[in-house]
Each structure stands twice: as structure tokens, then as C-alpha cells.
């Protein structure tokens, strides 16, 4: 489905991705994880045209600069890490808006295109938004929001920039449940980005890990989140527990050392 080969990507004149060769299957999800920094975004918003690249970027047969943007809309859809908020726009217009690439030009939504959009808003538990504006709303809200515009855009691949950062653990679930279920009806492939590393093994076919803009390891969630990768890359001190989905990364504390022994008494 989505190719790169040599992938690498120089902004202010410094490199931030680096030689990267990545493959996601038609259907597969794939996550990046990573330290801050370390070039996941820049990554997804090459692909999504936004930086220029060096090296191959094929989705299916076509590379990527062959496309339009048009075309490109059609045949992915993103979230990114923090979106434009507009003003005066309704959720429901918002959301919409996901259907551009599929309205012809100078042409208006069919009835059609409303029915995909009111669906998206109910399966993501937004119908009583429809009707307020963007910025009215709570950040996990917005959040909801920007992935059913992407949802509502029926594109076969799903660029997400972290997209739950900002969800209660309840909605958290839900929206990558919703993304999973779509995946398996629909045949829905996803690459996205993660902070969470329990959660990102308990969805990600594979991970990919990411440090100073080049991949370090790939693989199924058990051979990538070790207590020692997790060491080099993150710094991090952590217990891997093995959990139904995937290991489950448990921050850990060093030991705290001995308190102070009390000061002589005093006679
Ligand atoms: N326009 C730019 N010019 C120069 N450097 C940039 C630019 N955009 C990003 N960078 C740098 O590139 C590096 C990678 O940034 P990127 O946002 O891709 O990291 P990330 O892995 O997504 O990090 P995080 O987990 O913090 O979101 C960072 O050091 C960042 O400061």
C-alpha cells in the first residue's frame, strides 16, 4: 500500500529523517513510537506532501508526486498532531469538508455525502456537536472531531499524528476500537504515531521505532517494546508485563536510596 525506500527528509538545512525504508501492507497498522523529537510527524507530513523528501514514496503503484492533491485526498486521510482551528465553522460544516475530494468541482454535497458524515459523528459519539462551533469545544471534543472529518473522507489509507493525546481513556478506547472495526470492515490501513506504548502495541500489527530520525527497530509490538530498547532510545526505566494484546510498558521508579540517618542527639 505505502512504500518508502531511502525516505529522508532536510528542514533548516538539518536532516530529521534519514534513510528510512518502511513498508505498510493494504490492511495493516502499523504505529511509529519514539523519543520527542526523534521525527515521527516530519515523517507523516512528508507523505502527506507538506515536506519535500528524498528517496521513493509509492502508495499502491503511483508515486506519490505523481498525484494531485485531489487524488492524494482521495486516496489518504490525516489527522495531525495540532490542526488549524477554524473559526465560525460548524462541526457539521467541518466534517464536511471531508467529503471535498469526492464533490465535483463547483458542485454541492449530495445526500449521499451528509449520510456518511452524520454516520461518522454518531459512531464517534458527536451528534449533539453538529450544530456548535470548533472552538466552543473541549480539547478530547475537538479531537473527536478532526478524526471524523479524516473518517468522513473514505480514504483506503489513515495518517494519524497522535490521535488520542488529548482523550479520556473511555473515549481513547472507543476511537481506536472504531479505527480497528473500520479497519476490518473496510480494509482500512493505518500508520500512525504514539506516546502511549501500551496502547500502541495493543492496536499495531507492528511498530517502528524512530530515534534521531532514523528507524531503529521494527517488528511485532513483543520484539520492539523491550525494557532495553526502551532504555537506549527513551531513557526510560520501565517493567514490560505481558498483557492480552500486546506487552503492556509500566514506568518504573529507580529505588529511592536510604533516608538520611537522624542527626546525633544532643546531650
Ligand atoms: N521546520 C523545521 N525546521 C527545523 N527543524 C524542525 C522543523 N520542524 C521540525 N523540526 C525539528 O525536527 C525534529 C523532529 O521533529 P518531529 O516533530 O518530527 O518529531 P516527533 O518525533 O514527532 O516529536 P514529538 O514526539 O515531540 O512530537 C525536532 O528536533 C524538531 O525541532
Redo the contacts with the bound molecule.
Keep these: 500500500m505505502l512504500r518508502l525506500r531511502g525516505f529522508g527528509v532536510v528542514?533548516?538545512k538539518?536532516t530529521?529523517v534519514d534513510d528510512v525504508d518502511l513498508g505498510v501492507a493494504a490492511g495493516e497498522w502499523v504505529t511509529i513510537i519514539?523519543p520527542?523529537?526523534?521525527?515521527?510527524?516530519?515523517l507523516l507530513r512528508a507523505v502527506l506532501g507538506e515536506y519535500a523528501y528524498a528517496g521513493e514514496a509509492v502508495l499502491g503503484e503511483t508515486p506519490l508526486t505523481e498525484l494531485n492533491r485531489r487524488e492524494r485526498a482521495r486516496r489518504m486521510a490525516a489527522v495531525a498532531?495540532y490542526p488549524v482551528v477554524p473559526a465560525g465553522m460548524t462541526v457539521l460544516d467541518y466534517v464536511l469538508l471531508g467529503r471535498t475530494p469526492h464533490i465535483p468541482t463547483l458542485g454541492r454535497e449530495s445526500g449521499a455525502d451528509l449520510a456518511v458524515v452524520r454516520d461518522v459523528l454518531t459512531r464517534l459519539d458527536l451528534d449533539r456537536f453538529a450544530g456548535r462551533e470548533l472552538p466552543t469545544l473541549s480539547g478530547g471534543e475537538r479531537q473527536r472531531v478532526f478524526l471524523a472529518r479524516a473518517l468522513a473522507q473514505q480514504a483506503p489509507l489513515l495518517l494519524l499524528d497522535e490521535p488520542t493525546s488529548a482523550l479520556d481513556i473511555g473515549h481513547q478506547q472507543e476511537v481506536l476500537e472504531l479505527i480497528d472495526a473500520l479497519r476490518r470492515e473496510a480494509g482500512l490501513t493505518v500508520l500512525a504515531?504514539m506516546?502511549d506504548l501500551s496502547v500502541a502495541g495493543e492496536y499495531a500489527d507492528r511498530l517502528v521505532l524512530?530515534d534521531g530520525g532514523r528507524i531503529v527497530a521494527d517488528g511485532r509490538p513483543e520484539l520492539v517494546l523491550t525494557e532495553d530498547l526502551l532504555a537506549k532510545h527513551y531513557r526510560a526505566r520501565v517493567r514490560i508485563i505481558p498483557g492480552d494484546h500486546g506487552p503492556l510498558v509500566v514506568p518504573t521508579r529507580a529505588a529511592t536510596p536510604p533516608p538520611p540517618p537522624p542527626p546525633p542527639a544532643r546531650s
Design positions: 528542514l533548516d538539518a530529521i519514539g520527542n523529537g526523534a521525527g515521527k510527524s516530519t498532531q504515531t506516546h524512530m
